[in-house]
């Protein structure tokens, strides 16, 4: 290994990890994301520092080139990254969709709340919508709008 990879290496390892705590001190990356990150830069600056430790740890799981390994291990971070993120995604959608379901009803007993008052008649705020196409309507519309 020549002198410049292995400061090159040691250079890209330390400015990964200096980026992943900078970007947690000024809370753009959350901690629970920056665990993978942190965990790759470590084993990156302890890969570079210490480069026989690559070769033994491809020899160890049977690797008989240790940039394949490399290459390996960071597929499967990508990968789990990938994971997580999908099922915070997935759940951030079933939030979102629940969210808009309630705005909708609140909306639609908002419309006649204001049309009872309108016309002085009392409303019945406990009364759920009792079609879809109630709880889908626009501004203006609704049970007791004129149609």
Same mark, same amino acid.
């Given at each position: 290994?020549?002198?410049?990879?292995?400061?090159?290496?040691?250079?890209?390892?330390?400015?990964?990890?200096?980026?992943?705590?900078?970007?947690?001190? !000024?809370?753009?990356?959350?901690?629970?994301?920056?665990?993978?990150?942190?965990?790759?830069?470590?084993?990156?600056?302890?890969?570079?520092?210490?480069?026989?430790?690559?070769?033994?740890?491809?020899?160890?799981?049977?690797?008989?080139?240790?940039?394949?390994?490399?290459?390996?291990?960071?597929?499967?971070?990508?990968?789990?990254?990938?994971?997580?993120?999908?099922?915070?995604?997935?759940?951030?959608?079933?939030?979102?969709?629940?969210?808009?379901?309630?705005?909708?009803?609140?909306?639609?007993?908002?419309?006649?709340?204001?049309?009872?008052?309108?016309?002085?008649?009392?409303?019945?705020?406990?009364?759920?919508?009792?079609?879809? !196409?109630?709880?889908?309507?626009?501004?203006?519309?609704?049970?007791?709008?004129?149609?």
């Amino acid at each position: 290994m020549s002198t410049v990879s292995y400061i090159l290496g040691i250079g890209a390892a330390s400015l990964t990890l200096f980026i992943v705590i900078e970007m947690l001190r !000024r809370r753009r990356l959350r901690e629970r994301h920056a665990v993978w990150w942190f965990v790759a830069g470590l084993l990156a600056l302890i890969t570079a520092v210490f480069p026989a430790t690559l070769a033994f740890a491809a020899s160890v799981v049977g690797v008989e080139v240790p940039t394949n390994l490399v290459f390996f291990v960071s597929i499967a971070t990508l990968f789990l990254v990938c994971i997580q993120h999908s099922s915070e995604l997935t759940a951030l959608e079933a939030k979102t969709r629940a969210l808009a379901e309630s705005v909708a009803i609140l909306e639609l007993r908002l419309r006649e709340v204001l049309a009872d008052s309108a016309t002085g008649a009392q409303s019945d705020l406990a009364a759920p919508p009792t079609t879809a !196409r109630d709880m889908d309507t626009g501004p203006g519309e609704g049970r007791n709008a004129q149609r």
